[in-house]
């Protein structure tokens, strides 16, 4: 008996050892455990259960784990269906139920809590049916919010509008978002392994990689706009963001490069900027556009003492045109109006419209104080021309006024101010013409568009008239050629030389038509005098530079030639002053074709123009006209002697002949034979005359 009772007391003492042990091990273990009857009731709950539930086991004994203490979800975030919780669902089934995720919602705490959750049935000796589960939890709650964080950023990556990619260390390509072929128009397969120099456009004007070591230091990020390529369509510029990213040990591994295309956005920030600063009407500069440009070249032309002109616009009886045929109407005729202003004016003078129907031409780097005259009549002209506005026939005119820089204003404001101040003057004194802000400016720059303006007239009225002046050997006294010299018989003035009207010509561009005109009757003139018998050597023409430049002049010779039947040999032509000095290609080539076409060139007024020796080498000329400034004096003048002595002996050392102009006496001409000059033209033998048939025959002279 003895014996049993200590057996039976060893038993107890061994269960109790064995239960204070499971209780330490339960009590002490890093696993949350939970143990549960079979209606889901909590009934122990450890150390580690509570810390990781956040609540003390007073709170969660006694009460029901699953809508009493928490709810759960589903790892999709679903619920889950009714008795298939893991801890019931082992209860039911007897089974045990391993690593289910589940959520938990902590009521009490408003938090969830994310478990992976095994639950193992426990069963009484010799019954079928569990009488209790314990419950282990496992904190992943991390782990899922890495999970969401990689599957969020997989949805932006993917999802995101701007386009991303992704370079090593490198710089290499290893990934790119759908957004990145949609801008780009590259793949990923395109790209992959490429550098990320190969997205870069040439039009890139900054070397990014300095940029982006610049950027990445200190603050790991870069942002700027750069230019970039597309596949198939035109470059593109980008707003692109670089951010660095880092091991733990600090050194870089990857670069993420997100740019969106913001060609759209430049568009609207150049139309805004655009309207800003222009008339959204006419689309000319407006105020503020107008104001920044005279300031600015007022600056320059302060340091380089240059001149310019203000020239405002006004439309005359605008008002009334507006208000007649209604705003569409007068916004077509202000649009029109800006179209033949931009049509007239030169490349770098700015047309702004300055504020309802008026207008202002600035014009930069004048060449003198009356040449913005020249731009106000033609701008008059051009609105005398009737307008054709939707239909109707609208007439109108403009009255302009003009102010300089400096003498009328050294700053914007005030040149606009007086500008403006003319126009109005233009309106007083009867519209439809234009004024100076200056009263003398206004008469001498109307006396000078008047007088051009009778010049273009003067060949439709037949007011040309060409003198010829005869051309003598020095040595024989006998008749080598003849100069052709135009005049102007202007219907109130008379009879006016050149000196008077052909800087005129030159300036206006008439010269062309007017040289034209003097080469074709002089050339008529001379195949008379052959067929009349008078063999005459030369036809001496003079040729104008500004004609040159601005006509075909070597077609227009030959033509002329060819209409009038006169062999080349007969035609001689003097190039005047220094207007030949460009010595371009062009210009070497035609005068080549002249001379290969069998025509003398004569180099006129030789020693008071510009033309260098360099010419002398280049142009195939064949005689030097030595000025008459130089003959007058010839005998008197120890430097005019000297120079003409120079002319001639640098004449004959580069085989050339030499022809004086402006003798008048018998010991000029001695002089001059003395020296070894050639030829001779002036007053001692003839004074430039009319045409006649017997003209040589009155002077007493015979042809060669």
Not at 104 to 133: C, D, I, K, M
Not at 297 to 302: E, I, R
């Amino acid at each position: 008996m003895i014996l049993q009772l200590t057996k039976s007391k060893l038993a107890i003492d061994t269960l109790r050892i064995s239960e204070a042990k499971y209780r330490s091990l339960f009590e002490n273990i890093d696993q949350s455990v939970i143990y549960l009857d079979t209606t889901g009731m909590v009934m122990a709950v450890n150390q580690a259960a509570e810390q990781l539930l956040g609540l003390p086991r007073d709170m969660l004994i006694g009460r029901k784990f699953i809508d009493s203490c928490f709810n759960v979800i589903k790892e999709d975030g679903s619920d889950f269906p009714e008795g298939q919780q893991p801890s019931l669902l082992s209860l039911r089934t007897g089974k045990s139920v391993e690593g289910v995720v589940m959520g938990l919602f902590n009521t009490e705490r408003q938090s969830y809590l994310w478990v992976a959750v095994h639950s193992v049935p426990e069963f009484r000796v010799g019954e079928h049916q569990p009488h209790q589960v314990l419950m282990t939890l496992t904190d992943i709650t991390r782990q899922k919010q890495s999970e969401g964080k990689l599957t969020m950023a997989s949805v932006i990556f993917n999802n995101i509008g701007e386009g991303i990619f992704v370079t090593d260390k490198d710089k290499k390509i290893i990934s790119v978002n759908e957004a990145f072929t949609a801008i780009t128009g590259f793949t990923q397969q395109d790209v992959y392994g490429k550098s990320a120099h190969f997205l870069h456009s040439k039009k890139n004007n900054l070397k990014i990689d300095d940029e982006l070591n610049k950027g990445t230091e200190g603050v790991n990020s870069w942002q700027g706009e750069i230019w970039r390529r597309h596949k198939i369509s035109m470059d593109f510029p980008s707003w692109t963001t670089v951010s660095e990213v880092k091991n733990s040990s600090g050194d870089a591994t990857h670069y993420v490069h997100v740019f969106m295309d913001i060609t759209h956005f430049k568009k609207t920030q150049d139309h805004l900027g655009f309207l800003a600063y222009h008339d959204p009407l006419t689309k000319l500069p407006n105020r503020l556009l107008l104001k920044d440009r005279i300031d600015h070249s007022l600056q320059n032309a302060l340091r380089e003492g240059s001149q310019a002109a203000v020239l405002f616009l006004d439309i005359d009886r605008f008002k009334g045109i507006n208000d007649t045929y209604g705003h569409a109407v007068g916004d077509g005729l202000l649009r029109e109006t800006a179209k033949r202003i931009k049509n007239l004016v030169r490349k770098e003078d700015t047309v702004s419209r300055y504020a309802g129907d008026e207008f202002v031409v600035f014009m930069e780097n004048i060449p003198d104080a009356k040449s913005p005259a020249k731009l106000a009549q033609k701008l008059i002209d051009t609105f005398n021309t009737p307008a054709y506005i939707k239909g109707y026939r609208l007439k109108i005119s403009t009255s302009v006024g003009i102010s300089l820089f400096p003498q009328n204003g050294k700053d914007t404001d005030t040149l606009i101010k007086n500008a403006d101040a003319a126009m109005y003057r233009a309106k007083k004194e009867g519209r439809n013409n234009f004024q100076y802000y200056s009263q003398e400016l206004t008469t001498e720059a109307s006396e000078k568009i008047s007088m051009e303006s009778a010049l273009r007239q003067s060949l439709e009225r037949h007011e040309l008239i060409l003198y010829y002046q005869p051309q003598v050997c020095l040595k024989t006294g006998k008749l080598v050629g003849v100069e052709s010299l135009v005049r102007w018989m202007h219907p109130t003035l008379g009879l006016m030389s050149p000196r008077q009207f052909i800087p005129l010509a030159e300036e206006s561009g008439f010269i062309v038509a007017l040289g034209e005109w003097v080469l074709q009757n002089a050339c008529m003139q001379m195949r008379r005098w052959l067929d009349e018998g008078l063999n005459i050597n030369k036809m001496a023409v003079n040729v104008s530079a500004v004609q040159f430049a601005r006509s075909d002049f070597v077609a227009t010779v030959e033509q002329t030639l060819q209409s009038t039947k006169l062999a080349p040999s007969y035609l001689e032509l003097e190039l005047t002053g220094g207007s030949f000095m460009d010595n371009s290609e062009q210009t070497i080539k035609a005068l080549n074709q002249l001379v290969a076409a069998g025509i003398d060139l004569t180099i006129d007024d030789f020693g008071v123009g510009c033309f260098s020796f360099n010419n002398l080498k280049r142009i195939p000329i064949k005689k030097l006209k030595i000025n008459s400034s130089f003959i007058v004096d010839v005998l008197t003048n120890i430097n005019n002697e000297t120079i003409t002595r120079a002319v001639i002996a640098l004449g004959h050392g580069l085989h050339l002949q030499v022809i004086a102009m402006g003798i008048e006496s018998k010991d000029q001409q001695n002089c001059l034979v003395n020296l070894g000059c050639d030829e001779g033209q002036g007053y001692l033998y003839s004074s430039p005359v009319l045409p006649w048939s017997t003209i040589f025959q009155k002077l007493g002279m015979k042809p060669k």
